[in-house]
């Protein structure tokens, strides 16, 4: 029989310690320590006994060079984050916050991918068949080549899909899957380490893609030990209000692709619909006239989104002022309000200030500096901006104006949506020249002083 002992892990990281502690020697994180009984004859326990015929390296020349054919989800932005479609054999975990829409985006690919002659299998350890059936008459027909399984047992799960040999597995989610063998209830650091092992054994040793969704913390991070998101070949992120029409599909990491692409979506009645032009989404209802309010551009991936920064800067009526910034980096706002007072002369220490990006987007990028300062300085003031002008640059401490990547994009996405003229760093007005017409200027600034010239 089986000796069992009680062990601690560490919920962030997956650290062992046979003591509990405070704080977490690994990851340095405080009261993650979480008590389970664990087997010595469990399987992650079994030492792995060595093959006379175990593999040998060889050469990476002798490697062959054939591309794995991608399988197309019939979703561009989904296909687009993934680097082109879904390799087969991979392991893909989405994460989200509960209602972003998880669930119903993978149920949308089991209907696109249905139509097919690819099998599928959702797997759902949270719902009845009749629940997931009621999604997904919501979302349109399907056809019988998709087949679902209530189920939360792995070594049920590994029998199936052995049996069935689907081309496309769901499972909903990693959370709820358990083996027997393991001492520690279904969630815990122990059972999804273990579950995630098997997914991924089954997936490299049938060349099964296999999806799989993961709960989140409070903080944002997916649930479970961080060797999760190590384990698998690819990590998506669902980002927005729930409350909100729009949805972001982010790639963390993507052993088959690039990690900087992003997906839009817009939740509708019949599920996710892409949004094919992410910048007029974003700056629907722009209100023009008003102060405090300039159009910067920024760059996900390869594709340039236009975003409305809004500004609202007033007296404060207490002696310490308040500064808030939604979307965007709250320091970053204290740095660029230094440098307004320091290298242009406004007097902003009695003021509170407002930043908001709208429609909700969370924006890091450097090349957004230019347009928050520009608002900022357009509310203090309150003299409204040109609506038809565009803005992008990263903004120094010397109050100078710097190159960003990828201007010829940016600018010509401004062009694309009927802006009359950008103003871009100065040094980069030679590589977009060429995009000058009649209608449409690009004028170089050098610094904030120069660029507030044209505020008035």
């Known amino acids: 029989m089986a000796k069992t002992k009680t062990v601690y892990f560490c ?12 704080q977490c020697p690994a990851c340095r994180e405080w009261n993650t320590f979480a008590e389970e009984i664990v087997s010595n004859g469990s ?27 991608r399988i197309r989800t019939g979703i561009g932005e989904l296909d687009r ?23 119903t985006l993978l149920l949308q690919v089991c209907q696109a991918l249905s139509r097919t002659e690819l099998k ?11 629940q997931i059936v009621m999604r997904a008459k919501r979302i349109g027909e399907f056809s019988d080549n998709l087949s679902l399984l209530c189920e939360t047992n792995l070594d049920t799960i590994r029998e199936t899909i052995t049996r069935d040999k689907p081309d496309f597995v769901v499972i909903d989610s990693i959370q709820t899957m358990y083996r027997e063998d393991v001492n520690s209830a279904p969630g815990s650091v122990s059972q999804v380490r273990e579950a995630t092992g098997i997914l991924m054994q089954i997936a490299k040793g049938l060349g099964v893609s296999i999806f799989i969704v993961g709960h989140v913390t409070k903080e944002g991070a997916v649930a479970g030990p961080r060797v999760l998101e190590h384990m698998v070949d690819t990590v998506l992120y669902f980002e927005g209000d729930k409350h909100a029409s729009y949805r972001i599909l982010r790639g963390v990491k993507n052993r088959f692709g690039s990690t900087n692409e992003i997906g839009v979506f817009e939740m509708r009645e019949n599920g996710l619909n892409e949004v094919m032009n992410p910048s007029e989404f974003m700056l629907q209802g722009r209100a023009e006239g008003g102060s405090g309010s300039a159009v910067a551009c920024s760059l996900e ?14 007296r404060t009526v207490f002696g310490f002022p308040r500064r808030s910034a939604v979307g965007f980096d709250y320091n970053r706002v204290n740095l660029l309000m230094a440098v307004l007072e320091k290298r242009v002369g406004l007097a902003l220490s009695d003021c509170d200030a407002y930043i908001n990006i709208a429609g909700g987007m969370r924006i890091n990028e450097p090349a957004m500096d230019l347009g928050v300062v520009m608002a900022i300085i357009s509310s203090f003031k309150n003299r409204p901006l040109d ?23 940016r600018v010509s996405e401004a062009k694309r949506l009927g802006f009359s003229c950008c103003f871009i760093p100065k040094v980069c007005v030679g590589s977009v020249k060429k995009l000058e017409d009649e209608s449409f200027k690009v004028i170089g600034v050098d610094s904030v002083a120069d660029a507030m010239k044209y505020c008035g």
């Not at 060595?50 to 390296?57: G, L």
């Not at 984050?81 to 669930?103: E, R």
């Not at 609506?387 to 994009?409: C, D, I, T, Y």
């Open 81 to 103: 984050v993934l680097g082109g479609g879904i390799v087969p054999g991979s392991l893909t975990l989405v994460g989200g916050d509960p209602g972003i829409g998880k669930s």
């Open 387 to 409: 609506p038809n002008a565009m803005f992008f640059g990263e903004v120094g401490l010397s109050g100078e104006v710097r190159a960003v990547s990828m201007p010829e994009a």
């Open 301 to 314: 991936g390869l594709r340039p989104i236009m975003i409305e920064v809004q500004a609202l800067v007033s």
């Open 43 to 69: 399987t992650a326990a079994k030492s792995i006994k060595r093959k006379e015929n175990a593999s040998r390296p060889v050469p990476v020349n002798s490697v062959s060079k054939t591309e794995t054919k």
């Open 11 to 22: 919920q962030n990281c997956g650290y062992e310690s046979g003591k509990w502690a405070g």
């Open 120 to 130: 599928e299998l959702y797997i759902s350890g949270e719902e009845s068949l009749g």
